[in-house]
Protein backbone atom coordinates (compact mmCIF):
# COMPACT_ATOMS: atom_id res chain seq x y z
CA UNK A 1 0.00 0.00 0.00
CA UNK A 2 1.40 3.47 -0.80
CA UNK A 3 1.75 5.82 2.23
CA UNK A 4 -1.28 8.41 2.46
CA UNK A 5 -0.35 11.70 0.13
CA UNK A 6 -1.29 13.86 3.28
CA UNK A 7 0.60 13.63 6.58
CA UNK A 8 -2.31 15.13 9.29
CA UNK A 9 -0.13 16.83 12.55
CA UNK A 10 -1.39 18.14 15.74
CA UNK A 11 1.07 19.93 17.51
CA UNK A 12 0.88 20.21 21.52
CA UNK A 13 2.86 22.69 23.57
CA UNK A 14 1.88 25.17 26.38
CA UNK A 15 4.02 28.01 24.60
CA UNK A 16 1.62 29.91 21.82
CA UNK A 17 4.96 30.81 20.27
CA UNK A 18 6.75 27.33 19.68
CA UNK A 19 2.73 26.25 18.42
CA UNK A 20 3.22 28.85 15.91
CA UNK A 21 6.67 28.59 14.88
CA UNK A 22 5.85 24.61 14.16
CA UNK A 23 2.88 25.69 12.37
CA UNK A 24 4.84 27.92 10.46
CA UNK A 25 7.41 25.25 9.51
CA UNK A 26 5.20 22.20 8.99
CA UNK A 27 2.24 23.30 7.60
CA UNK A 28 1.80 23.00 3.86
CA UNK A 29 5.49 21.25 3.86
CA UNK A 30 5.24 19.13 0.76
CA UNK A 31 8.04 15.74 1.07
CA UNK A 32 9.50 15.08 -2.34
CA UNK A 33 10.87 11.72 -3.52
CA UNK A 34 10.67 8.34 -4.96
CA UNK A 35 6.74 8.35 -5.46
CA UNK A 36 4.20 10.55 -4.75
CA UNK A 37 5.20 13.85 -2.93
CA UNK A 38 3.54 13.71 0.56
CA UNK A 39 2.25 17.30 2.17
CA UNK A 40 2.09 17.58 5.59
CA UNK A 41 -0.54 19.27 7.00
CA UNK A 42 -1.50 20.74 10.49
CA UNK A 43 -4.96 19.81 11.61
CA UNK A 44 -5.01 21.75 14.82
CA UNK A 45 -2.90 22.43 17.98
CA UNK A 46 -3.88 22.45 22.03
CA UNK A 47 -2.13 24.40 24.78
CA UNK A 48 -2.52 21.31 27.22
CA UNK A 49 -2.51 17.46 27.84
CA UNK A 50 -6.09 17.90 28.65
CA UNK A 51 -7.29 19.23 25.27
CA UNK A 52 -5.23 16.49 23.27
CA UNK A 53 -8.55 14.31 23.46
CA UNK A 54 -10.38 16.21 21.89
CA UNK A 55 -8.02 18.03 19.53
CA UNK A 56 -7.22 14.06 17.92
CA UNK A 57 -11.28 13.59 17.66
CA UNK A 58 -11.15 16.97 15.74
CA UNK A 59 -8.50 16.55 13.47
CA UNK A 60 -7.87 12.71 12.96
CA UNK A 61 -3.90 13.26 13.19
CA UNK A 62 -1.55 10.49 11.71
CA UNK A 63 1.32 12.52 14.22
CA UNK A 64 1.01 14.46 17.69
CA UNK A 65 4.10 16.63 18.56
CA UNK A 66 3.52 16.78 22.27
CA UNK A 67 5.59 18.54 24.81
CA UNK A 68 6.46 17.34 28.09
CA UNK A 69 6.26 19.82 30.53
CA UNK A 70 2.81 21.57 30.48
CA UNK A 71 0.67 23.11 33.06
CA UNK A 72 -2.26 21.10 33.95
CA UNK A 73 -1.78 17.12 31.93
CA UNK A 74 2.09 16.62 31.27
CA UNK A 75 2.85 14.64 28.11
CA UNK A 76 3.57 11.39 29.14
CA UNK A 77 -0.19 11.22 30.77
CA UNK A 78 -1.60 12.26 27.17
CA UNK A 79 0.52 9.93 25.94
CA UNK A 80 -0.40 7.21 27.93
CA UNK A 81 -4.27 8.18 27.63
CA UNK A 82 -3.87 8.50 23.75
CA UNK A 83 -2.47 5.29 23.38
CA UNK A 84 -4.98 3.42 25.69
CA UNK A 85 -7.61 4.43 22.67
CA UNK A 86 -8.00 2.31 19.73
CA UNK A 87 -5.46 3.06 16.82
CA UNK A 88 -4.41 6.17 18.30
CA UNK A 89 -1.77 8.37 16.30
CA UNK A 90 1.73 8.50 16.66
CA UNK A 91 3.21 10.48 19.25
CA UNK A 92 6.42 12.50 19.33
CA UNK A 93 7.64 13.87 22.52
CA UNK A 94 9.21 17.62 22.05
CA UNK A 95 11.50 18.37 24.95
CA UNK A 96 13.73 21.65 25.88
CA UNK A 97 16.54 19.03 27.39
CA UNK A 98 18.10 16.00 25.91
CA UNK A 99 17.57 12.12 26.73
CA UNK A 100 16.91 12.63 30.44
CA UNK A 101 14.28 10.34 33.01
CA UNK A 102 11.27 11.88 32.00
CA UNK A 103 11.73 11.26 27.64
CA UNK A 104 12.05 7.08 28.57
CA UNK A 105 8.33 7.54 30.78
CA UNK A 106 6.97 8.82 27.63
CA UNK A 107 8.89 6.41 25.65
CA UNK A 108 7.22 3.48 27.96
CA UNK A 109 3.91 5.52 27.42
CA UNK A 110 3.88 4.82 23.81
CA UNK A 111 5.42 7.80 22.63
CA UNK A 112 7.74 6.73 19.20
CA UNK A 113 10.41 8.61 19.90
CA UNK A 114 11.53 12.49 20.68
CA UNK A 115 12.68 16.01 19.15
CA UNK A 116 14.50 18.30 20.72
CA UNK A 117 12.45 21.62 20.28
CA UNK A 118 15.80 23.36 19.31
CA UNK A 119 16.35 20.81 15.79
CA UNK A 120 17.12 21.97 12.92
CA UNK A 121 13.59 22.48 10.43
CA UNK A 122 14.58 19.64 8.41
CA UNK A 123 14.85 17.37 10.74
CA UNK A 124 11.60 18.49 12.14
CA UNK A 125 10.27 18.19 9.19
CA UNK A 126 11.89 14.56 8.56
CA UNK A 127 10.59 13.35 12.09
CA UNK A 128 7.44 14.07 11.07
CA UNK A 129 8.07 11.72 7.77
CA UNK A 130 9.33 8.87 9.88
CA UNK A 131 6.76 9.01 12.71
CA UNK A 132 3.65 9.06 10.04
CA UNK A 133 5.66 5.78 8.20
CA UNK A 134 6.32 4.05 11.27
CA UNK A 135 9.93 4.36 12.05
CA UNK A 136 11.43 5.45 15.34
CA UNK A 137 12.13 9.12 15.83
CA UNK A 138 15.80 8.42 17.23
CA UNK A 139 18.91 8.67 15.82
CA UNK A 140 21.53 5.37 16.88
CA UNK A 141 23.48 8.15 19.45
CA UNK A 142 20.36 9.23 21.13
CA UNK A 143 19.15 5.47 21.75
CA UNK A 144 22.70 4.50 23.13
CA UNK A 145 22.02 7.78 25.70
CA UNK A 146 18.57 6.31 26.50
CA UNK A 147 19.83 2.68 27.32
CA UNK A 148 22.38 4.48 29.64
CA UNK A 149 19.60 5.85 31.53
CA UNK A 150 17.92 2.61 31.37
CA UNK A 151 20.68 0.15 32.74
CA UNK A 152 21.97 3.45 35.20
CA UNK A 153 18.85 3.42 37.11
CA UNK A 154 17.61 0.54 39.76
CA UNK A 155 14.69 -0.60 38.49
CA UNK A 156 13.31 -3.34 39.94
CA UNK A 157 14.19 -6.90 39.98
CA UNK A 158 10.99 -8.05 38.85
CA UNK A 159 11.34 -5.47 35.92
CA UNK A 160 14.42 -8.07 34.28
CA UNK A 161 12.65 -11.31 35.27
CA UNK A 162 9.55 -10.24 33.52
CA UNK A 163 11.30 -8.89 30.23
CA UNK A 164 13.59 -12.00 30.19
CA UNK A 165 10.12 -13.98 30.34
CA UNK A 166 8.41 -12.18 27.66
CA UNK A 167 11.71 -12.45 25.25
CA UNK A 168 12.62 -16.04 26.08
CA UNK A 169 9.27 -17.07 24.25
CA UNK A 170 10.76 -15.14 20.57
CA UNK A 171 12.15 -18.01 18.31
CA UNK A 172 15.75 -17.10 17.80
CA UNK A 173 15.95 -15.03 14.27
CA UNK A 174 12.83 -13.26 16.15
CA UNK A 175 15.02 -12.65 19.69
CA UNK A 176 18.15 -11.16 16.61
CA UNK A 177 15.89 -9.10 15.26
CA UNK A 178 14.93 -7.46 18.91
CA UNK A 179 18.28 -6.79 19.69
CA UNK A 180 19.09 -5.48 16.13
CA UNK A 181 16.11 -2.78 17.18
CA UNK A 182 17.92 -2.30 20.67
CA UNK A 183 21.07 -0.93 19.55
CA UNK A 184 19.20 1.70 17.55
CA UNK A 185 19.78 0.34 13.50
CA UNK A 186 17.27 1.52 10.96
CA UNK A 187 15.40 -1.08 8.83
CA UNK A 188 18.08 -0.71 6.24
CA UNK A 189 20.90 -1.37 9.08
CA UNK A 190 19.65 -4.65 10.39
CA UNK A 191 18.42 -5.84 7.09
CA UNK A 192 22.51 -5.48 6.18
CA UNK A 193 23.60 -7.05 9.62
CA UNK A 194 21.32 -9.94 9.55
CA UNK A 195 21.10 -10.82 5.87
CA UNK A 196 17.87 -10.18 4.96
CA UNK A 197 15.63 -7.61 2.86
CA UNK A 198 14.21 -4.27 4.08
CA UNK A 199 10.71 -5.48 3.56
CA UNK A 200 11.90 -8.94 5.84
CA UNK A 201 12.88 -6.99 8.86
CA UNK A 202 9.64 -5.01 8.75
CA UNK A 203 7.54 -7.97 9.08
CA UNK A 204 9.54 -9.52 11.57
CA UNK A 205 9.51 -6.07 13.64
CA UNK A 206 5.22 -5.87 13.31
CA UNK A 207 5.32 -9.60 14.35
CA UNK A 208 7.99 -8.59 17.67
CA UNK A 209 5.11 -5.67 18.75
CA UNK A 210 2.17 -7.90 17.98
CA UNK A 211 3.75 -11.06 20.23
CA UNK A 212 5.05 -8.54 22.53
CA UNK A 213 2.14 -6.67 23.12
CA UNK A 214 3.97 -3.17 22.68
CA UNK A 215 3.21 -0.39 20.80
CA UNK A 216 6.46 0.97 18.53
CA UNK A 217 9.80 -0.31 17.94
CA UNK A 218 11.45 1.84 20.81
CA UNK A 219 9.43 -0.08 23.52
CA UNK A 220 11.07 -3.02 21.58
CA UNK A 221 14.67 -1.25 22.60
CA UNK A 222 13.60 -0.57 25.88
CA UNK A 223 12.29 -3.93 26.79
CA UNK A 224 15.67 -5.69 25.58
CA UNK A 225 17.42 -3.34 28.33
CA UNK A 226 14.92 -4.46 30.90
CA UNK A 227 16.37 -7.94 30.56
CA UNK A 228 20.10 -6.95 30.98
CA UNK A 229 22.87 -8.75 29.54
Known sequence: ?????????????DDPLVRAGLRVMLDGHVLAGAGTPRRI???????????????????????VLMDLRMRRVNGVVATQKLNAEPDPPTVVVLTTFDADEHVVRALRAGASGFLLKDAAPEGIVEAVRAAADGDA?????????LIGIVKGGSGPVDRRRAARSR???????????????????????????LHMSVATVKSY?????????????????????????
Not at 167 to 191: K, M
Open 1 to 13: MSPDPEIRVLLVD
Open 41 to 63: TVVGDAGDGDEVPAAVRAGQPHV
Open 137 to 145: VLSPAITRR
Open 167 to 193: LDRLAERERDVAEAVARGGSNADIAEE
Open 205 to 229: VSKLLRELGLDNRVQIALLVRDAGD
